[in-house]
């Protein structure tokens, strides 16, 4: 079959493709804030719609939470699963973004032509290069050269709850020979890659209450306990002066990266400076002793993501609060067991509790890392595939993000992933004024194309 | 002239007066939200006109802030001046109040009637319950016993910006024998007491800035710096492991106090595990090696008053936030200075600042705390008629609360402030549900005319 009919189409269908594009972005898929919950539907729908539009047998699968898009295709040749997911993360702060975050628009930049608005590019944008791959093989050869399964979830902004159990029950219909995921990057914005290693992540939300009320702090303040300042004392006590965590037991499985890998990584010529830079920042402040590419890839790490308490609003209010919250998350590599650190974790936020202070857990995500064998031929076919299309050549990179879905393919269905995106380092996905580039867009869709072709020629 | 008939005059005049005070309670008179300015000018109208219902020339006196009321009264005796507030905290958490607590109401609890609504007790029905004591004295003799001036401010919640220009500015005008303010309470809600010891007060604003934006926790967590976590290292660096604050030179000032004032206190009986067991706490918290009722009265503290920074709705969010803001306030005692304290409390946070942070500080409060000399016959004269108000006899007292108006008055004015109150501990003021108990208002109007009859024949 010829590849370049089907990469003549997708560029001819670029206009096309990108108003589809536009059309899924203005649906409103935020998938943690139960407001949304009808816009989560909403997405999924329209995915149901695009899917059987290209003959894909596709349904709304209903969970406990929003729904997963499952379509089939049979075909032959191998059997092929691609993974995305429709829902995005919350806009606020909404007066940072220039525009109205589900009015998506092609602006002109001084880089090149850019699609903005939530989703752009995590992770509707990239879902729909695969898409548009599909459709132009599609539409020049009138089937698609493999057996193929859409598998499109709308819960990955919001720690996936309903997935680990709809890929046990389902395990038997979703096992294929690759699982293709569309949800990382270039690196340094330039260079096509797979990624083999990806921080896991767990998700911890702590509220320590004290009186119960709001106290006056002329009144109390001495002898009353402030829960805000024994919530500092446990966050600040989370690291120690170089950086590391204190957390009993939380680096056990963290493996020390091989030199080889070590000398692979700075060929890469990853600028620090340059990506502190775009954020105004110049100093890694992370771990001491690790390069900053180090820190992000090969590091697990503990953050505060949110902080409340006490009286936030305009002005100065003497109060001694009630109650203060903190929503806490951890990156996790290697083999870092999620469920134990998060009894330590536990277990040392009760132990600094003082007198007269209780505490509330609530769970959040919870997934370990992932790292790929890569000695599988599909691997290196990929590579070749993916250099065709960029100036550089392709390479195997770690990502500091948390996409556990990578992780259960492997270890739920057996089914090895592959993780290929297109995003760019300014694409500010969870930020204000997200954008996916137009040639991440329309290159993303030919690379998906020359992907498809090596491997059910190669696999 | 007959105290008796005004006291009278007083209980039978109880259904109008507090029918009067309901009125002034509708208005919604929060001065530090710049959303209820109109509300505050009307409750200075209220005011202006319910004065010169009681032939007192009184004039709405703006300033930059909120408008001040003043009035005078010609007349024989001394020359007495009345200090209270007439705007109110803000009212958050909403839904933890019972009713809106802007639609006052008397409701029969327990101990006796209680008067429902925000500022019920701070410091609407305080200040109402010595306009009452003038109204009954006026319409049983047809004129007061001295010469009177009303001084009533509406920033008193939000740190009396415009207060001290107005004091500087009309220091003549306002100059009097003897200041009597009305904004403390009974001690151990029982015991009638001149309060001589008050807590000073400075109230800080910082915030903390890394990067340009808020960022990916995946892309960036590691090498960028997390505002919240420096903030919490901040605030948890504030007190030692005893409860002192660490702040270079923040104890320069603080007196041990006397044993015979320690043995006086000790002697009122305050039944800590009360306090505290009323608010669902056990454990004095502050400062190792003084009593619950020293850390209130005599020991100066450092609180958070509210916290805030990333993601704080429903769900989570895995951002590395760009900004972190706390709002911080010190109560002081002794001869603390405030300025010097603000100063090196802004060093101290410059000099933990990592790499990468900048911080921002805003002013809030600040007055130093004050105490007064009481070999003036007319504090034993006011003793005294407290005494034959109230079951127990009357007491010198301290009070955790900062009151700036007082020390103002001696400072600027050269006037003796006398704090008389009638304030009980479960009045929750500045907490939802605030009240003020019918016997507060009954009793301490009674109080006040029993005051300037003391004072008119003493002073």
Redesign the interface.
Known sequence: MSLDDVLARIDADLPAATDRLLDLLRIQSIS???AYKAECDRAADWLVNDLQSLGIKTEKRTTPGHPMVVGHLDGDGPHLLFYGHYDV??V??LD?WDRDPFDPQIQDTDKGQVIRGRGASDDKGQLMTFVEACRAWKSVHGTLPCKLTFFLEGEEE??SPSLVPFMREHADELKSDLALICDTGLFASRVPAITTML?G?L?E?ITIT?????????????????P??V???I???L?DDTGRITIPGFYDGVPEISDELRAQWEGLGFD?DE??GD?????????QG?T?LE??WS?P?C???????????????????AK????I?F?LVGTQDPEAIRASFRKLVQDML???CTVEFKD??CAPASSTDTSDPAFAAALRALSDEWPDNAAYIG????IPIAGLFQNILGTTPMLIGYGK?DD?????NEKYDMESFHKGTRSWARVLHALTNNV
Chains 1, 2 share one sequence.
Request: glycine residues 16%.
């Open positions: 943690t804030d139960p993360q919350p606020d702060p940072l919001s720690g921080r992540m998700g939300e004290g009186a119960n009320k709001d106290l006056h702090s002329g009144m109390f303040g001495g002898p009353g306990i402030n805000i300042r919530l500092s004392k966050i600040a006590s690291h620090a990506f502190l954020v105004d920042l110049s100093t890694p402040a992370g771990e690790y900053a820190m992000i590091r790490t953050e505060v993501n949110g902080i409340d308490g006490g009286y936030t609003g305009d002005g100065f209010k003497t109060v001694l609060p203060a919250n903190a929503k998350s990156r003082p007198p007269d959040h995500s990502c500091g993000g948390s380092d500010q996905i969870h930020s204000p």
